[in-house]
């Protein structure tokens, strides 16, 4: 790499990736008075895996309680919720139905209950047979837990509205550029970023939220420790649309599965169905929806709506889930980890951001706010432990 062909600047704060979590995390950062760059490698926000998901405000039922992850989703989903009104972004608080197919799936359910409770939400009910057919009679299930404080948002108007409250605390977005190598120095990180031509920029603050690179970029930092980066897994999730009139109005989700939440039935604000995502762990990132995947989906989704008009499926899209486990390993937490333990002082990297990362954004990013503006680390340990994730 060469660190001499182009520009220098000295920046205050510098987060690599403008997705949605990127994005809160920029925003909150110059709300707090830090003049901030957000570089994005692409050419547009959120392209890569914010745009690639089911647009779902998760409750926090599934996590462990006390982990990141249940934590800063139910912190986060109240704080979503309010943002939103108040900004008028799009979004509905539909409620979902997580349903068991069978009786021998019930203690499940229940479990999934006392979980959620232990997480602070306290809302759910159970619904028996007789009481899901009153409100979603298409739906055939034994019970089904009733959460009500599930909902959808318009992650692109919610992205624009952060970058508008960067902006207009003074803080920048450029696009087009790329992040190719980084250095510990002794007042903060040095970046070399591709952005038409080299440029050499000087921080006092990284935060690294790029998503599928998080990895790939600490790696490249000269004088991080290698061995200090987890490694990353791929789960794809396809997603297929229902071609046909939606007869439900809830969110619909089967109990979990391997590596996700199965194949579940959400809905957009025009009342139009899609279905997924499902898991398929692969090697490299493709965003190609087989055909071959339809009979799997079909049997998923009539075990819950066995009538699901024949023909009636169609390719959607797909996103890949930056995971910190592989299959058949117990779930993983989000990881923000402090560089300075590792003499990468300014340094901040997230890892695993997967779901509920948008849910949980605006709480992601008040705790990188927190760490980062807090020099003397004073932020309490256990925000940055990484827990172990046992499947609801």
């Known amino acids: 790499m060469d660190w001499t062909a182009g520009g220098h600047e000295e920046v205050d704060a510098v987060v690599i990736g403008a997705g949605a979590v990127g994005l809160a995390v920029g925003r909150a950062l110059a709300l707090s008075g830090r003049e901030v760059i957000i570089l994005e490698a692409e050419r547009m926000i959120g392209s890569v895996t914010s745009s690639r998901n089911s647009e779902v405000i998760h409750a926090g039922l599934y996590y462990v309680p006390g982990s990141l992850k249940a934590k800063l989703c139910v912190e986060g989903k109240a704080a979503l919720y309010a943002y939103c009104a108040e900004r008028g972004i799009k979004h509905s608080r539909l409620g979902k139905l997580i349903v068991a197919c069978s009786e021998a799936e019930v203690p ?7 979980n959620a409770a232990r997480n602070g939400v306290v809302d759910l009910a ?14 055939d299930c034994f019970a089904a837990m009733r959460s009500p404080s599930t909902g959808i948002v318009d992650v692109h108007e919610l992205m624009l509205s952060y970058l508008g409250d960067l902006q207009n605390s003074g803080g920048m977005l450029v696009l087009g550029a790329r992040v190719l190598a980084g250095k510990v120095t002794g007042r903060g990180i040095s970046l070399l970023v591709d952005q038409d031509g080299g440029l050499v920029l000087s921080c006092r603050t990284v935060v690294n939220c790029a998503g599928l690179a998080a990895q790939k970029i600490a790696s490249s930092i000269e004088g991080f420790p290698r061995e200090a980066v987890p490694a990353q897994y ?15 109005q809830h969110l619909v989700y089967p109990l979990p599965t391997d590596g996700g939440m199965g194949i579940h039935l959400t809905l957009d604000h025009a009342g139009r169905a899609r ?4 898991v398929e762990w692969v090697e490299k990132i493709d965003y190609t929806v087989s055909d071959e995947r339809l009979p799997l989906f079909e049997r998923a989704i009539r075990r819950y709506w066995p009538g699901l008009p024949d023909g009636t499926l169609a390719p959607d899209y797909c996103g890949i889930r930056p995971k910190l486990n592989g299959s058949g390993s117990p779930a993983a937490d ?10 990468a ?19 992601i990013g008040d705790l990188v706010r927190a760490l980062a503006c807090n020099g003397d680390r004073a932020t309490e340990p256990a925000a940055l432990v990484s827990f172990s994730e046992a499947q609801a």
């Open 234 to 248: 791929l789960a794809k999730g396809n997603y297929f649309k229902l071609t046909s009139r939606s007869p439900f």
């Open 334 to 343: 989000f990881m923000i980890q402090d560089g300075n333990a590792y003499g």
């Open 275 to 278: 279905f997924g995502p499902d």
């Open 126 to 139: 159970m619904l028996s047979q007789h009481e899901v057919r009153s409100i979603e009679p298409e739906l």
């Open 345 to 363: 002082k300014g340094l901040i990297n997230l890892y695993g951001i997967e779901s509920p990362g948008i849910t949980a954004s605006l709480a």
């Open 108 to 114: 499940r359910l229940q479990h999934l209950t006392m």
